[in-house]
């Protein structure tokens, strides 16, 4: 039996987005096809990458469901061939997550968190998995449908909060838990700033915190620049988030980004010293 997976890290994790769908909103098509997803996977994995995030259906505003056993056909193969390194499976679906945690996965994604399928948090108990539970308001067809907050750090905080005591009422304990605050998940561009700027606030949840922030609209709307322009402002929007308190960083520029993180780690020791 694997042991149970904990994100008790020192450092902050790079985590590389690796979408095998023919629609999310950076990359659709790219890499539909597995040798190629699995390809960039290696290089991700070679440009610094400490986790693989695999995913099999697209989460972007509007896009629509997909089967498990379509999901299964795109994510399996692709998590059989990464195993070597630390995969995680983007995913809302029990029967996708036991699978992929069967042929290599570590860690369950899960942008629902354990909200959609009511046997998910079994499969991450029993399979000692890792498990980022995330904010989202709505579903990701609904979900940029005029959202509204009276105070959306605070509503985001006791969301979040509320779901990682149901997954240690099951049995997950708070080690292997990761938040995510869904930046882009039902948020407007001035929701997703305010959560930016008060990510230290997520901390007091006592779990580690993830930031995915590569490419979204905010960024675009913000600056005016296609999802394929958004390099600069995703660095910002990463150096923000790990002086602020993330642990983990989900992009799709490893490379770049890592450079981006350890940067702002080396002045994180250079000021504590």
């Not at 890499?31 to 610094?48: K, N, P, R, S, Y």
């Not at 709307?221 to 602020?244: C, I, S």
Request: hydrophobic residues 45%.
């Amino acid at each position: 039996m694997k042991p149970v997976f904990q994100w008790n890290v020192e450092r902050t994790l790079v985590m590389g987005v690796l979408n095998v769908t023919p629609d999310s909103f950076s990359d659709g098509e790219s890499f539909l096809d597995a040798e190629a997803a699995v390809a960039q996977g290696i290089a991700m994995a070679q440009a610094g990458a400490d986790i693989i995030d695999v995913g099999g259906e697209s989460t972007r505003p509007g896009a629509e469901p997909v089967s498990a056993t379509e999901e299964l056909k795109r994510v399996i193969p692709v998590v059989e061939k990464l195993a070597r390194f630390t995969v995680s499976v983007d995913t809302m679906k029990s029967e996708v997550a036991e699978q992929a945690l069967a042929a290599g996965a570590r860690i369950v994604n899960d942008i629902s968190a354990l909200r959609t399928d009511a046997r998910m948090v079994e499969v991450v108990r029993d399979g000692g998995a890792g498990l980022v539970l995330m904010h989202m308001k709505g579903t990701p067809q609904t979900m940029q449908q005029n959202p509204q907050y009276t105070n959306v750090v605070a509503e985001v905080r006791e969301f979040l909060a509320a779901r990682i005591a149901f997954a240690e009422s099951r049995g997950v304990k708070k080690s292997q838990i990761a938040v995510d605050p869904g930046i882009g998940f039902g948020k407007t561009v001035e929701q997703n700033l305010r959560l930016l700027a008060e990510l230290e606030s997520l901390q007091a949840l006592g779990c580690s915190v993830l930031a995915g922030t590569s490419r979204k609209s905010f960024i675009g709307k913000t600056l005016g620049r296609e999802a394929n322009e958004r390099l600069w402002g995703t660095a910002a929007t990463v150096a923000w988030a790990v002086a602020h308190g993330a642990k983990i960083v989900r992009v799709h520029d490893v490379a770049e980004m890592r450079d981006v993180v350890r940067m702002v780690e080396a002045l994180q020791v250079a000021k504590r010293n």
